[in-house]
């Protein structure tokens, strides 16, 4: 018990055991009186969206660009697949608006 009481005091030794400092004292206030919430609402609505009409259709394959072909060895090395990564797809939405997907060439 006394070899515990020891180990403690000589660890305590070690940290710079600094006293709590307290926060300052905010004074107490009461409660906010009622109201009513209001928005400025003074920008006229758009009349064209923002973004991709969903949902998006791949009206030709044949449209498809990929980076060159390379082999993927599993992380075993029993299989090995020859892969053309995609890089780029041609797509529409909704609307008939094209959308474009461009993606990064894989490390090799």
Known sequence: MATDKRLIEDLNSLVDIRPDRKLPETPMRGPLAPGRGYAAGDEPPTTQGGGIASPLI?????????????LFTSSDGIFTLEVAPIRQLLMAD???????????????
């Open 58 to 70: 791949e009206p030709d394959i044949s449209a498809r660009e990929y980076y060159e072909s390379r």
């Open 94 to 108: 909704a609307n008939g608006a094209e959308v474009v997907f461009q993606f990064a060439e894989p490390e090799p």
